[in-house]
């Protein structure tokens, strides 16, 4: 089976993106900016309605895409803080929220998410992140304190274009650090009994986590 017209197939069934977030995705995927891909942003979308969270913390805002997204289609009004430390892509994401009429609803913090993450208080019902790959293990501490019984923890880009099956050895050296600290994340995942996870092919790898102890 192709799984390319696989899933060029499924995304010819997704209803289309607002016509303000679909000139954002154009202009990020001009620029070279990652952001979700479509088949993310559908189960992300799925997510939003099933859980319908009232806060949100995103970890890697880029260019405000996925956090203007999920303000967007999340089907009850919610807060969302989003995090961004690359200074170029901050003025970016703030003109797209202002632009959306989102910037009271979503609040961007700009700096370390490692820094920024222990200041933040309570509990999240949803947990999205989309940052630096090699840092999610540094992070994961953190998500732990601010999740709570009930909460989904999201993270994108997981499987690292299918590098992540291949051993330490067959991985280019520039991306084996990367490449160990996303197995021990994944580990991790899969190993706290706080948590049922799941990991999905879904765009470059999703891991839903959905804690179900204190």
């Not at 913090?109 to 630096?132: H, K, R, V």
Request: aromatic share 8%.
């Amino acid at each position: 089976m192709d799984d390319r017209r696989l899933k060029g197939y499924l995304s010819s069934l997704y209803p289309n993106l607002t016509a303000d977030l679909a000139a954002v995705e154009k202009k990020a995927l001009e620029d070279h900016v990652p952001i979700i891909r479509g088949d993310t942003q559908q189960y992300l979308r799925t997510l939003l309605a099933l859980r319908r969270p009232a806060r949100i913390l995103e970890v890697g805002a880029a260019v405000g895409f996925s956090a203007s997204f999920m303000a967007i289609y999340n089907p009850v009004s919610c807060a969302i803080t989003t995090i961004e430390n690359y200074r170029p892509r901050i003025p970016v994401a703030r003109e797209n929220f202002h632009r959306m009429g989102l910037g009271e609803q979503i609040t961007l913090l700009e700096g370390d998410a490692q820094e920024l993450l222990p200041t933040l208080e309570g509990s999240y019902d949803l947990i999205f992140m989309d940052a630096a790959k090699g840092q999610y293990i540094h992070y994961w501490p953190q998500l732990i304190r601010l999740s709570s019984p009930g909460s989904v923890i999201v993270t994108d880009n997981v499987l690292q274009d299918g590098d992540i099956i291949e051993s330490h050895f067959a991985v280019t050296r520039r991306n084996r650090t990367i490449h160990k600290r996303m197995r021990e994340y994944l580990w991790e995942l899969t190993h706290d009994e706080r948590f049922v996870t799941d990991i999905l092919n879904v765009g470059d790898g999703l891991s839903v986590s959905v804690r179900v102890k204190q």
